[in-house]
């Protein structure tokens, strides 16, 4: 097993759930994309002192401060991802121009997981050729919201933010690379590599140590690592062909649902990975617009967005946190 609790696992809304321990749905990463605020916490290790929280804000992504700018209705939502859709796939699309319809993807996905009563007539209002992949997203959205809704023993957000770094992620092209080496060097194909990417730090945006020693842009134990893999798992490239190699001795590429449930033992995990992948798979355009997918946090005060250029070196308060930096508050 790869790791048992992931560093992200990214829940935007959309890409949700991992977590450490007790099955959780969505790690505190993402706090809605596909299932909703996060519930448990995944924080790394806590100093015995609490460091002081900066009041200095957080530089932005070059992008800029991406906000949702549609009509919170169904035919609001549905418009608003056709047309995300539609310019992420658009090949003659100007990449900023992709990666910014990215980030309304994903705060689409996000603000449609708090109104689950609109997600059918959104669907069948959406453009023909963006349904397939918002529909999947969804679907996987509901099992995890399904199951969170049956947990008895729910567990309470964190009040303090993670000892994370967050960065620009490699390029589009330069990822892209990385991915077909490792799928010609195992067989496990490109999309399924981008999926797992993308769920665990956001295709390397996050770098820090999960609370069970997972490192890396793939999050693996060292342990596990030093079993399968060669390299540096800190390193891009060595860490996405170790992941490669550690699903293909784990039933890929015949069977991925297998092997990614090996990767994290979590349905939850393998239903976003696997709505990922497949969209990935039919659609290789996407990758664009999924690459730009911000970083989430879910806590007790509030989901709050971790732009690039958030740097701690041990966790802090939340609240205070965006008591400080109010742009962030998600």
Sequence with gaps: MIRRCQLAFVATVVLVAGGCSGGDTEGPIASSEITGPATTPTSPPTDATEPPVST???????????????????????????AAHAT????????????????????????????????EEVLVALDPAARP?????????????????ADTTPSQPPTELPAWTIVEPESVDVLLAHYAEAEALTGIPWYWLAAIHLQETRMGRIQGVSSAGAVGPMQ????????????????????????????AQSGGPADMNAA?????????????????AESLRDEPGLYRGLHAFQVFYGSAAGTVRLPVGYAQSAPIDAAAYLAANPADAA
């Design 133 to 149: 992949s918002i529909e999947r997203i969804v679907r996987a959205r509901q099992f995890l919201q399904a199951r969170n809704a």
């Design 88 to 119: 992420i796939s658009d090949p003659a699309a100007p990449a900023d121009a992709a990666a910014l319809a990215g980030q309304q993807l994903q705060l689409l996905l996000r603000a449609l997981a708090d109104v689950p009563e609109l997600d």
């Design 56 to 82: 200095a804000p957080t530089a932005v992504s070059a992008l800029g401060d991406a906000r949702l700018t549609v009509a919170p209705d169904a035919a609001g939502f549905a418009a608003g991802f056709s």
């Design 260 to 276: 990614v449930y090996q990767y994290n033992p979590n349905d939850g995990y393998v239903a976003v990975v696997t709505a990922y």
């Design 220 to 247: 693996f134990l060292p342990t596990t690592w030093a079993e399968c893999c060669t390299g540096d798992p800190l390193v891009t490239r060595d860490a996405i062909i170790g992941a490669a190699t550690y699903l």
